[in-house]
Each structure stands twice: as C-alpha cells, then as structure tokens.
C-alpha cells in the first residue's frame, strides 16, 4: 500500500497548465445494475426467504365409494442470506492534506481526489467480485514459479489486479497459503504477468485473492447462476441436490462457439421447461466482449427505415436476442453467457455505503511505532458497506459456459 505523500502527488502540482485526468478502467456495470434500489432490510441474523418448494402432489381419480386419498400439504424452506463486509482504505500524510487544496499551486484537491477515488475503485472492485462465486479469487496462476514475476491464464489474466494491492497466494483449494505480496507493476487487461514486492513459489493452478480476504467475498452471479457446476451444494443455506428445483440453467459449451442455436437452447430446453416462461421484457444476456463479437458476427441487428424517416442511418441500434437486450461488460469472464431476468436477483443491505464515522470524523491519525511518538503525521479513512447478493427463485437465471474465445481476447 502506497501512503499519499506529496511525492506521490507530484502529477497534480502545477509545473505547466493542464487537465487532471484519470487513467484507469472505472466502469461498473454489473454493479450499478444489482445496486438498483434500497435493497432488503438486512440484520446480523441473516435474511430469510420463505420459500414454497413444492405443491401439494397427493390426488387421486375416485371409484364409486372409495376412498379418498391421504392428504398432503406444500412443502416450504427457509433459505437465508448473510451480508459480508467490504472496507476499501486510504491513508495520506497530513502536509499532503495541507499543502495540495486546488489552489494556484495544484491542479486539484489531494484529499478530495482521494476520497472520490476510494468511492470508484471500491464501486469498481464491487463489479469484479459480483462475478465470482465469493471465494474472493482475483486470478488463477498459469505457470508456477518462485519469483517476483507472476503468470496468470488468460481467462482473468491481470485486469482484477491495481497496483499496490496486497494479495495471498493460495493452493486450488486455498487450505494452503503460499505467501503474501503487493504488487509493483501497473497491471492493465490484456497482460498476463504482474511483479511483486516479494518473491512467492507457486504452482500452476493457485489462486490469488486480496489479503484476508480469501472466502469472505460477496456472493457473485458465479454462483447464483449455477446448478453446482461451478459453486458449492449449497447456496443460501439449502441445499442444490436435496431441493434440485432451487437450480439455475446451465449449459456447457465444451469450448464450441456461440452460436443461434445454443442461444435459443438455453431458453427452449432449459428456462421454459424449467419456470414455465421466458420474461423476455425483463431478462437480459451478459457476456464479455469476446462473446459480443462472436454474437455480432452471427448477424446484424440494423434499424428499420420507416416512411416517416427524413434520413437513412443504417447501424447498430443495440445488440439484442429475441428481444432481449444484450449487455457487454468487460468484467465478466470470457467465455461464457448470462442470462440474468434481475427481477429474481436481489440486494441485501445491512449497513449502506459510507466512511466510517462512528467517532465523528472520517480520517483517524495513524498510531506511532516509534517511541516516545504517539502518532505519525498520516490519517486513514475507510469506504465500506454491509451487504449481499441473492435470488428468490434461481431457476429464470441461466448461463452458457465454456464457450469458445476468439483469438486477439
């Protein structure tokens, strides 16, 4: 972690004249979307969702004078969801604070630039984690090696990486730490290595999450979205097998490409069959761009030129699938499909964004290691929130995985 001195400033304090700018990839679309609302009430006990698993099946076709058949009644679960707790943390050094306010020695204010900084990375985090499973994995390792220098497939690559993150390394089933290390490099999508501050030996295979957070992640659309392929048997406390109806759709690709007809698949053989009916008005497809660009070069969704037109502009009007919208986001993983109807995917709130302030102030002073010095002249603050994700009724949530990825993603 990279404390914000004013050497760390340097790029806002004025030598020539021109515009700050930020130069990392801040979108958060999966995020902005789950995050719709004021979400359910959600306290330390959990949120239960009363749910009707079966009817009532007992009938029978009657002779004359015989009997009735024994009764029955619904059978009913509970199955619950717990919040998890994300802090996202800056710390500055006081003369920082003091000396860069914006004026007519600096381009901006350092503290303000900090805070609205901690607020989008945290948003952005928040998008990577919504899809995974809530391991907290950020990355999977390619080539084992006992290094500084680091390789990761190509699925994730690096693009959940920032620089400065401190990380754990852990074995496939992260029961074994390998070691702990920041990052040095300035990871962007695409790469597939990162440097460490500290050499790690790793095997082909580990997995990578932030530090101390290995398991303790929000539960992401990985899981939601599965049939116990990819996540847990269990999921909101009950369990996949015993209950099969609490199962999303899944189809597995085997590396074939995208194409119309496992499209259409997923909502002829698995969603219909599964819940009765496809809400077309309200589900959308979700897929990284290497999947868009496979779906684009299937056909062309082109605007219709109508009588009343004063121009001719042909184009894309958006891409879409039988009258689903399909959206691209660049964090979700590359080979595969969603389709996510979000009137079944859910917000639990427990406590909502905001600094911790308990004791009245955003910023605390950093305790001295020093002797004789009861603090340094550093303060940190801390973003964060009390929340989870969860579905009522996975069985409208499917996805398509294992697709192929086309070469150059």
């Known amino acids: 972690m990279a404390t914000g001195t004013i050497q760390q400033a340097e790029g806002i304090l004025k030598v020539t004249t021109g515009e700050y700018t930020r130069n990392w990839e801040d979108s958060a679309m999966l995020y902005n979307r789950l995050n719709k609302g004021s979400g359910n009430a959600l306290s330390d006990r959990g949120f239960e969702i009363p749910t009707e698993i079966s009817a009532n099946w007992n009938h029978t076709w009657m002779t004359d004078g015989g009997a009735y058949p024994a009764g029955g009644s619904v059978k009913t679960i509970r199955p619950s969801v717990y919040f998890k707790e994300y802090i996202h943390s800056l710390r500055l050094t006081i003369r920082a604070i003091r000396t860069i306010k914006g004026d007519k020695s600096s381009v901006k204010n350092w503290l303000s630039i900090n805070l609205d900084g901690a607020m989008e990375a945290a948003k ?19 080539a084992g090696a006992s290094s500084t220098t680091q390789t990761f497939n190509n699925d994730q690559n690096v693009r959940y990486f920032g620089n400065g993150m401190s990380l754990d390394f852990w074995d496939s089933t992260q029961s074994v730490l390998r070691g702990t290390a920041s990052v040095t490099s300035f990871p962007i999508p695409g790469q597939t290595t990162i440097t460490l501050s500290t050499s790690v030996s790793t095997t082909a295979g580990d997995v990578v999450t932030i530090h101390g957070g290995s398991n303790q992640a929000i539960t992401g659309i990985k899981a939601i979205v599965d049939d116990t392929t990819e996540a847990g048997v269990m999921f909101q406390s009950t369990s996949r097998n015993t209950y ?18 496992i499209l259409t698949q997923m909502i002829g053989a ?9 809400n077309r008005d309200r589900t ?6 290497s999947q868009t660009a496979a779906f684009q070069s299937l056909g062309y969704n082109l605007k219709r030129i109508e009588g009343g037109s004063k121009s001719v502009k042909l184009g894309y009007t958006s891409y879409e699938f039988q009258g689903m919208a399909f959206t691209e986001d660049v964090d979700c993983d590359k080979d595969r499909v969603y389709y996510l109807d979000f009137d079944k995917l859910e917000k639990f709130v427990a406590r909502g964004w905001g600094w911790i302030d308990d004791d009245g102030s955003i910023l605390r002073l950093i305790p001295s290691s020093t002797s004789g010095s009861a603090y340094d002249a550093q303060c940190e603050g801390y973003w964060g929130a009390d929340y989870n994700f969860g579905s009522p009724d996975p069985r409208p949530l499917g996805k398509i995985i294992d697709l192929d990825v086309p070469t150059g993603y």
Not at 244 to 261: K, T
């Open 270 to 278: 698995k969603i219909q069959v599964q819940y009765g009916k496809t």
């Open 124 to 142: 952005k985090m928040c998008n990577r984690y919504a899809y995974g499973t809530g391991d907290g994995v950020l990355g999977t390792v390619s």
């Open 284 to 289: 959308e497809l979700w897929a990284y761009p």
């Open 244 to 261: 099969p109806n609490y199962r999303a759709q899944v189809i597995d690709a085997d590396s074939a490409s995208l194409d119309l007809e």
